[in-house]
Nanobody
């Protein structure tokens, strides 16, 4: 599976953005999907994950209650709805396919999110 992330941009603090990650290939629905981010000078960190069926989600404490991950297996797409954005959410956001709690096999190219305070 190949992944293409999009939807990043510049937004004011308190605003919202929705990221999308489109996958190619027929095996998308067999993968858990995740979102990660990496800020300048920092390590990449886990943000959210959703099971292959969409029935289970997990979030980092830093985004819980503000971000929502969802997927549409018919469209081979996973989404990250980001609300109440903060300056510290500024980072490059990556989507990944794999198995939550095990390993992530495929990565998208990243999309920049910049939150101005």
């Amino acid at each position: 599976v190949q992944l293409q992330a999009s939807g990043g941009g510049l937004v004011q603090a308190g605003g919202s953005l929705r990221l999308s990650c489109a996958a190619s290939g027929r095996t998308f629905s067999s993968y858990d999907m995740g979102w990660f981010r990496q800020a300048p000078g920092k390590e990449r960190e886990f943000i959210a994950a959703i099971s292959w069926s969409g029935g289970s989600t997990n979030y980092a404490d830093s985004v819980k209650g503000r971000f929502t991950i969802s997927r549409d297996n018919a469209k081979n797409t996973v989404y990250l709805q980001m609300n109440s954005l903060k300056a510290e959410d500024t980072a490059v956001y990556y989507c990944a396919a794999g198995r939550y709690g095990s390993s992530w096999h495929r990565w998208g190219q990243g999309t920049q999110v910049t939150v101005s305070s």
